[in-house]
C-alpha cells in the first residue's frame, strides 16, 4: 500500500526550517528518500533502517518511528538548490526492497 | 564510473503499437528495477530484474515484460499500446546488498496518441 506524504506541498523563504513526513499503514523495515527536481530522474538522499541506521549522502536529517509507521525529512536553513520533489518509498516487502513509493511534496524554495 | 542511461530520450507511438525501451546499468550494480511516472506522480513499479531474472512486479498487466542482459543492461517492452502508457518511464540500477540504494537514468517520455 502506498505511503502517505505530508504536506502535498510547501512554499519557503531561503533559509526556513521544513519538514516533510511519510506515514504507512503497514510494519516499516526501512523507508527511502529521494528528490526529484523538474525535468530529472530522481536522486538518492538516505536511507533509514529499522534499528536507527541512517545511510545517506547529504547533509539532510531524517527520523524513523518504527511504532508510529512514519518518517520525517529535516530540512534546515533551506537553500535554493533545496527545490523539487520529495519522494518516500518503503519496501514492498522486508526483505525485499520494491519500494512502493508516495505521492510526493513538492518544496520550493523562494530567495 | 558512467551513470544509468537510457535511450530513446523521447518517443511517439500510436495506440496498438509496441516499444522497446533501453536502459544501460550504472557499472558493478546487478539489479535493475524499471517505474512508470505519469504527470505529477510518484514512479510506480512494474517490476525489478536480479541476475538476468524477473525477481518481482508491481500492478501492471502481462503486456509489459523485460529482459535484463548478461551485462545488466536492460529492457522494457509494451505491448498493444494504450493512451494510459503515456508517462515518463524510468529504470534503476542498484547493487544487492547495498541497502538498495537506486540509482534512476534520466528517463524516456513515451507519448501514445
Known amino acids: 500500500q502506498q505511503p502517505v506524504q505530508s504536506p502535498q506541498a510547501v512554499i519557503l523563504r531561503e533559509g526556513e526550517d521544513a519538514v516533510i513526513n511519510c506515514s504507512s499503514s503497514k510494519a516499516l523495515y526501512s523507508v527511502h528518500w529521494y528528490r526529484q527536481k523538474h525535468g530529472e530522474a530522481p536522486v538518492f538522499l538516505m536511507i533509514l533502517l529499522k534499528g536507527g541506521e541512517q545511510k545517506g549522502h547529504e547533509k539532510i536529517s531524517a527520523s524513523f518511528n518504527e511504532k508510529k509507521q512514519q518518517s520525517s525529512l529535516y530540512l534546515t536553513a533551506s537553500q535554493l538548490s533545496y527545490s523539487g520533489t520529495y519522494f518516500c518509498g518503503t519496501p514492498e516487502m522486508d526483505s525485499n526492497y520494491q519500494l512502493i513509493w508516495g505521492a510526493g511534496t513538492k518544496l520550493i524554495i523562494k530567495p | 564510473e558512467t551513470g544509468v542511461t537510457q535511450s530513446p530520450t523521447h518517443l511517439i507511438k500510436t495506440r496498438g503499437q509496441q516499444v522497446t525501451l533501453r536502459c544501460s546499468s550504472q557499472s558493478g550494480h546487478n539489479t535493475v528495477s524499471w517505474y512508470q511516472q505519469a504527470l505529477g506522480q510518484g514512479p510506480q513499479f512494474i517490476f525489478q530484474y536480479y541476475r538476468e531474472e524477473e525477481n518481482g512486479r508491481g500492478n501492471f498487466p502481462p503486456r509489459f515484460s523485460g529482459l535484463q542482459f548478461p551485462n545488466y543492461s536492460s529492457e522494457l517492452n509494451v505491448n498493444a499500446l494504450e493512451l494510459d502508457d503515456s508517462a515518463l518511464y524510468l529504470c534503476?540500477?542498484?547493487?544487492?546488498?547495498?541497502?538498495?540504494?537506486?540509482?534512476f537514468g534520466p528517463g524516456t517520455r513515451l507519448t501514445v496518441t
Open positions: 534503476a540500477s542498484s547493487y544487492a546488498g547495498s541497502n538498495w540504494e537506486q540509482y
